[in-house]
Each structure stands twice: as structure tokens, then as C-alpha cells.
């Protein structure tokens, strides 16, 4: 099984830009994603990366937030430009080694992380 430890979480004003971190220990993965959830929200799936790189995102994110992984270093990023209040959220990284596609399902994930928090303030 995959560990997963997210970092990067904090406090932002609107407009402004965070980079998530996740780094990987344990079993190898495949394809990781990441997804928020808000308070009283279902968890949301927003950006997915295979092994090679292949990339998919939610609209919501799509043109603001990057995902990307640097497997020399086990660590899985995303890069959230142009923060708006509305994805003031706590934000998990997922990964999982049975697939190697783009997911945003939360069913196909079988490790997670334990959530670092965003707050962007208007």
C-alpha cells in the first residue's frame, strides 16, 4: 500500500497561488489524482496524472491548477494559480498501482493522504 503525506496548505488571498505537495513512501503507484472537499460538499476530483504523464482535469480547476510528479523524488505537486474563495477546501492527494489511467472517481483510489487545508479569503 501506498503511503501518502500532503503539504503546502495555507492561507491565500484571491488571486494568489499555492503548490501542493504529496509525497509518496511504500508501495509504487501508477496514476495519483488529487480532490478537495469542502464542508458539508462531496469530495471533488479535480486534476489526475498517469505513470507517463498523461494529465486530465476538472473544469472547474482546468487553466488554473497544474498536476505533475517528479518520480526521482516520490513527490506528486499540484499548482494552484488564480485562487478563488471557492476552493477554500481541504485538499487530498489519491494514488493507486492496480491502474494506469486518468481518474477523478474517488472509488478508484485505494491510498490517500490525510488532507492539507485551503483558505482563500475575497
Known amino acids: 500500500r501506498v503511503v501518502l503525506v500532503e503539504s503546502g496548505g495555507g492561507s491565500v488571498q484571491a488571486g494568489g497561488s499555492l503548490r501542493l505537495s504529496c509525497s509518496q513512501s511504500?508501495?509504487?503507484?501508477?496514476?495519483a489524482s488529487w480532490f478537495r472537499q469542502a464542508p458539508g460538499k462531496e469530495r471533488e476530483g479535480l486534476a489526475a496524472?498517469?505513470?507517463?504523464?498523461?494529465?486530465y482535469y476538472a473544469d472547474s480547476v482546468k487553466g488554473r491548477f497544474t498536476i505533475s510528479r517528479d518520480n526521482a523524488k516520490n513527490t506528486l505537486y499540484l499548482q494552484m494559480n488564480s485562487l478563488k474563495p471557492e476552493d477554500t477546501a481541504m485538499y487530498y492527494c489519491a494514488a493507486d498501482s492496480r491502474h494506469d489511467y486518468c481518474s477523478l472517481r474517488t472509488d478508484d483510489f485505494n491510498s490517500w493522504g490525510q488532507g492539507t487545508e485551503v483558505t482563500v479569503s475575497s
Open positions: 511504500g508501495a509504487t503507484y501508477n496514476s
Open positions: 496524472i498517469t505513470s507517463a504523464g498523461r494529465t
